[in-house]
């Protein structure tokens, strides 16, 4: 495994991704079930004026070229909000990676972007940032770090890393972070913009 830092705010050039928008699947994990705010279905719940899952929506459309949601319950709400939704071929409630296992079946182009549900602030140019060592360097998956914290659900990951994943999870491996270990990875420094990733794990009306 690779893992490198891919580069520092600081030092990070406007992003030039040559990356076709028609490459790129977007994909939202909203499958979780919700323990952290009291089983309710966190990608629907009133934030701002909208469903979560909504504000992270409107920051990945514009960058992918299909959107995808996973989620196990309230399909039809989601269905609403993407171009496509899928479900974990795991029973009970199982974790992301369940949800990217879901999501092999669906996907159709090179390149994934995948964040959670409870993150509206997402920075706007994430997806090119988060391509970039892709294509500059050569990894496999690239994942957000705000400076303090790794957020191993924001990432980038060639399409083709899915095809293990049945396997790992057969395994009994749950850790999104010791998946990746088995790949070429690059950390993406997100620290000009630490608020972006934060998490709203009690959403409720007018916050």
Same mark, same amino acid.
Request: charge should be positive.
């Given at each position: 495994?690779?893992?490198?830092?891919?580069?520092? !705010?600081?030092?990070?050039? $406007?992003?030039?991704?040559?990356?076709?928008? #028609?490459?790129?699947? *977007? @994909?939202?994990? &909203? /499958? +979780?079930?919700?323990?952290?705010?009291?089983?309710?279905?966190?990608?629907?719940?009133?934030?701002?004026?909208?469903?979560?899952?909504?504000?992270?929506?409107?920051?990945?459309?514009?960058?992918?070229?299909?959107?995808?949601?996973?989620?196990?319950?309230?399909?039809?709400?989601?269905?609403?909000? !993407?171009?496509?939704?899928? $479900?974990?071929?795991?029973?009970?409630?199982? #974790?992301?990676?369940? *949800? @990217?296992?879901? &999501? /092999? +079946?669906?996907?159709?182009?090179?390149?994934?972007?995948?964040?959670?549900?409870?993150?509206?602030?997402?920075?706007?140019?994430?997806?090119?940032?988060?391509?970039?060592?892709?294509?500059?360097?050569?990894?496999?998956?690239?994942?957000?770090?705000?400076?303090?914290?790794?957020?191993?659900?924001? !990432?980038?990951?060639?399409?083709?890393?899915?095809?293990?994943?049945?396997?790992?999870?057969?395994? *009994?491996?749950?850790?999104?972070?010791?998946?990746?270990?088995?790949?070429?990875?690059?950390?993406?420094?997100?620290?000009?913009?630490?608020?972006?990733?934060?998490?709203?794990?009690?959403?409720?009306?007018?916050?």
């Amino acid at each position: 495994m690779v893992d490198c830092d891919y580069p520092t !705010a600081r030092q990070a050039r $406007a992003p030039d991704t040559v990356t076709a928008r #028609g490459d790129i699947t *977007g @994909l939202i994990l &909203a /499958g +979780g079930a919700g323990r952290r705010a009291g089983g309710i279905d966190k990608g629907l719940a009133p934030w701002r004026g909208q469903p979560l899952v909504a504000h992270v929506v409107r920051r990945l459309r514009p960058e992918v070229g299909r959107l995808l949601i996973s989620c196990n319950r309230n399909a039809a709400a989601y269905a609403a909000l !993407a171009d496509g939704t899928i $479900a974990d071929s795991r029973a009970g409630f199982q #974790g992301p990676l369940a *949800g @990217l296992e879901a &999501a /092999g +079946g669906a996907v159709q182009t090179p390149f994934i972007v995948v964040t959670p549900c409870d993150t509206p602030l997402l920075p706007r140019d994430l997806v090119p940032r988060l391509l970039e060592p892709l294509e500059a360097m050569g990894v496999d998956i690239a994942w957000a770090h705000d400076g303090d914290r790794a957020h191993y659900l924001c !990432a980038a990951l060639r399409s083709g890393c899915l095809a293990d994943l049945a396997d790992w999870l057969d395994q *009994g491996h749950r850790a999104v972070r010791h998946w990746f270990r088995n790949y070429r990875c690059a950390k993406v420094d997100f620290s000009d913009q630490p608020r972006a990733f934060r998490n709203i794990n009690r959403p409720a009306p007018g916050v």
